[in-house]
């Protein structure tokens, strides 16, 4: 039997992989090395090696250069999509500064965000092929449902690069509501709230026995949590310059992720807890410094992004026709809605209190699981009625959009307009393909070109052209025009000026084929060197920390351990790193105990939170995108 | 020299009023001095069709959705009388038939039926939940004048409408607590109108003399007067509903 179909939450900071159990029900995959979650984070390590997850999490304050975060944010866009803040926080150098498919350049290297986000859905997949014990070819993807077609698009490119037939685009909230419904959730009008880590949905839907039909969604391509951790992260810059912190120090792309990953960890805290402190400390910059921060002040600092979330709810409900009195349930999703100031906005908007049972972290990995098990001929009483988002239309002469196919029309959706001629003995008509809510081209996103050539010489008005709009399941767009009068054709699968053209996707793949094998070492090993590195620098903090507390012998055990881990990395061999690592970590166990309680003793009294006791105590409370990297967990590759 | 689109000052024809002809309701309806064209049982099953698109019981699907207008689509008949409730459980019935997702597992060619199939029903079913869109429709159905060739509306409508704009404006200009509860009382009086117009044109087109009476030209320019006040209507309710959320 083939392999079964993965179901995938490609995220703007963490991906995963469900697949539906034997029990017909959901389940978020675990890797061998029990973590269901791979951080969407990407790092080319010198000699071309790519690290993948937690291994390049870690690398990020390290080689900040040469690290990608948030790649999802990239997608389908050009330079001048980006705000002014995302340029600024991200370090790498973008090609071209014109209007195509932006470019990230590293290590001489072009790569575009397709590419990046493929190396992602590699290692979610071969994590997801080693568990199953088949390699997994097909797979269903979700995107958020604000997404525009370029974007939708280019995560389509992004699986196709990796190898994989993509058997659907899935919206993220629509995603939600399959696992929840699954769950139990009752038949009514269910509203789905999800703040990721770098976009915001809002859906509608209503499900009735089995049928999950969408009724409006709403949202913010370029709005999540991310932007919780920049606002902390700015104030703290703020206060640090007022504090006399140099420049240049600020402007070090390893301090700026020093501070978004601390900021990060305070956002989190503060879902648990009424205060937390930020350390900021890189010895290399002479930089220490650190504040308390309460609940109530982070509350006030993102606000205004919370209330940014509350205009699309509206207008969501406003499309379906719907009072807030009329939903019966509102369902979290997403990491961000961990946040208590965000749960109690959406608890005052809709004037019910949000369920959130499930894992929001996992929840739109499972219902694509449940979607893909539905595409292999499973659920055969369960539908999804899903909606297109954002209105298309093409530009007609004068500048104005005439809108062929309004936003929250149900997929597959089709429509057709009539256009003709603006002067006599026109030949040809270019159709600009454009797709928003604003009145004017120019305002809209521009999704392409149709050029309809060889209509019969005739006066201006007399052709009769018929642009016809299909939108498959995917929510993916065809265009069509037709002279009636001559049969004149063309047809496009629209190619957004910002995605890849068929040739450069194909060109990808099989570049990417050719070099599956060395680089699968290559990363393995770098993976590995990474993992050794941070394993090594906790080490000699702990063997300092514990000076004279611990025996001579465990000591030069731990030295000759050490050594050997050293030499391993020095090597091309990347067993020969994994089992040195092992080896080191069964010698050291008495030194991180011992270091442990004492951590866990300063905590308690109150004189220190470092990073250790933080992601101990992270590890039991069910707070959202930890890094899980205990003591001296090791990615076993 | 390639150029921007023009939109056709006057729309040619009709498309689905040239291909519906034949087409008309069936099943539990029987609308006088029709000719059904539509077939009522399961060429394969023999089981009674709610549909012309698919079979409810054996799931056969019958690849005619350019053949039928959105009633016969539906299985309905061409009247502005729709059970909402019905047309829903229609709709499901529909799409657990020919959504894509329900072919999975069969063949690329019915995948692509599918996907074709279903694009029609969504559109037929987003026309016919909408009175409006409805009406509209079956004006065009009945061939009546369209919208871009006769703009009237019902006498004294405009001059009346001149006071609703200023109130509109007004708010606009001072969007206070007040202003908003005084604007959402008016965009409910906009659609008790708007209903109201909606009910004259139903009982027009439930009484709409036979093709060739002298009389059916006056009726279909009455319904259109009607509809293009619904909307004139329809646009204050936007822009206010625009004002509110924003």
């Known amino acids: ?637 | 020299m390639a150029e921007s689109p023009n939109r056709p000052a006057h729309p040619l024809d009709a498309p689905e009023a040239a291909a519906g002809g034949s087409a008309c309701g069936s099943l539990g309806h029987t609308p006088a001095a029709s000719i059904c064209a539509v077939p009522s049982r399961c060429v394969r099953c023999d089981e009674p069709l709610t549909t012309p698109l698919v079979c409810g019981s054996c799931r056969t699907v019958f690849p005619a959705a350019n053949e039928y207008d959105h009633f016969a689509r539906f299985g309905l008949p061409r009247t502005m009388e729709i059970d909402e409730r019905d047309l829903e459980r229609r709709y499901l019935m529909l799409s657990r038939g020919l959504h894509p997702d329900q072919f999975a597992v069969r063949g690329t060619e019915d995948k692509l039926l599918a996907e074709q199939l279903s694009a029609h029903v969504n559109d037929a079913f987003s026309v016919l939940k909408d009175r409006f869109r409805r009406a509209e429709y079956l004006l065009e159905l009945e061939g009546g004048p369209q919208r871009a060739q006769e703009k009237r509306t019902p006498a004294g409508f405009l001059a009346e409408m001149l006071e609703v704009n200023e109130q509109i404006e007004e708010a606009r200009g001072a969007l206070d607590d007040s202003a908003r509860k005084q604007m959402a009382s008016l965009r409910a009086e906009i659609t008790k109108r708007r209903d109201a117009f909606l009910a004259e044109v139903a009982q027009a087109f439930a009484s709409l003399p036979a093709q060739g009476d002298l009389r059916r030209p006056g009726v279909l320019l009455k319904i259109r007067e009607r509809l293009n006040a619904c909307a004139y209507l329809e646009g204050l309710s936007v822009q206010i509903r625009e004002m509110l959320v924003s």
């Open chain 1, 1 to 637: 039997m083939a392999a079964p179909v993965l179901g995938i939450d490609l995220g703007t900071t963490n991906s995963l992989a469900a697949l539906v159990g034997a029990d017909g029900k959901p389940a978020a995959l675990r890797g061998l090395d029990g973590e269901a979650i791979v951080p969407s984070v990407v790092s080319f390590a010198e000699g071309g090696a790519v690290v993948v997850g937690r291994a390049a999490r870690r690398r990020a304050a390290d080689d900040p250069m040469h690290t990608v975060f948030s790649v999802k944010r990239l997608m389908g866009k050009g330079i001048e999509d980006l705000t002014e803040v995302e340029r600024s926080h991200c370090p790498y150098e973008f090609v071209p500064a014109d209007g195509s498919q932006l470019r990230l350049k590293i290590r001489g290297r072009e790569y575009t965000p397709q590419e990046i986000s493929a190396q992602i859905l590699r290692e979610v997949v071969n994590r997801a092929s080693a568990v199953v014990g088949e390699t997994v070819t097909r797979v269903v993807i979700t995107v958020p449902a604000y997404f525009d077609e370029s974007q939708k698009q280019a995560t389509m490119a992004a699986g196709q690069i990796a190898g994989l037939q993509v058997l659907r685009i899935l919206n993220e909230p629509t995603a939600a509501s399959l696992a929840y419904g699954l769950d139990g959730l009752h038949d009514g009008v269910v509203v789905v709230y999800d703040l990721g880590g770098g976009t915001f949905d809002v859906s509608v839907l209503k499900i009735e026995s089995g049928v999950f039909r969408v009724l409006a969604t709403n949202g913010d391509a370029a709005l999540g949590g991310d932007d919780f951790d920049r606002a902390i992260a700015e104030r703290c810059a703020q206060e640090m310059r007022a504090a006399g912190v140099p420049e240049t120090a600020l402007r070090d792309p390893g301090l700026l992720q020093v501070l978004r990953a601390a900021a990060e960890r305070a956002k989190m805290e503060l879902s648990e807890k009424l205060e937390t402190e930020l350390v900021i400390s890189e010895d290399r910059l002479g930089v220490r410094w650190r504040r308390t921060l309460a609940r109530a002040e982070f509350e006030s600092i993102v606000a205004p992004l919370i209330e940014r979330t509350v205009g699309p709810c509206r207008r969501a409900l406003s499309d379906a026709e719907l009072e807030p009195e009329q939903v019966h349930a509102v369902v979290l999703v997403g990491g961000a809605t961990y946040v208590p100031a965000v749960r109690a906005r959406v608890e005052q908007l809709f004037g019910r209190k949000p369920y959130c049972e499930l894992n929001p972290m996992e929840v739109v990995a499972l219902g694509a699981a449940v979607q893909a098990k539905k595409l292999e001929g499973g659920f055969q009483n369960l539908l999804l009625l899903d909606v297109t988002p954002l209105s298309l239309g093409t530009e007609t002469y004068g500048g104005a959009v005439a809108k062929v196919i309004p936003r929250n029309t149900a997929i597959p959706a089709r429509a057709s307009e009539q256009f003709t001629t603006f002067t006599d003995n026109q030949t040809a008509i270019v159709f600009h393909i454009c797709q928003g809510e604003r009145e004017l081209a120019k305002d809209c996103r521009s999704l392409g070109k149709l050029i309809l050539r060889g209509i019969p010489g005739m006066p201006a008005g007399m052709p009769r052209v018929d642009v016809t709009f299909h939108i498959d399941s995917d929510g993916l767009l065809t265009v069509t025009a037709q002279e009636r009068r001559s049969g004149v054709k063309a047809k496009v699968e629209i190619v957004p000026k910002h995605g890849l053209s068929l040739d450069e996707i194909t060109r990808l793949v099989q570049e990417a084929a050719a070099h599956a094998k060395e680089d699968f070492v290559a990363a393995r090993l770098a993976t590995l060197r990474a993992d050794a590195e941070f394993v090594l620098r906790k080490l000699d903090a702990r063997v300092a920390d514990a000076a004279g507390r611990l025996d001579a012998e465990t000591l030069s055990e731990i030295q000759t351990a050490r050594d050997g881990v050293v030499d391993a990395m020095a090597g091309q061999s990347p067993d020969g790193i994994d089992g040195a690592l092992h080896y080191l970590e069964d010698v050291a166990r008495p030194l991180v105990e011992m270091t442990m309680n004492t951590v866990a003793q300063r905590a308690v009294s109150g004189k220190l939170l470092d990073e250790v006791t933080q992601s101990a105590e992270r590890t039991k409370a069910a707070a959202p995108a930890h890094d899980g990297s205990g003591p001296l967990s090791v990615k076993r590759g």
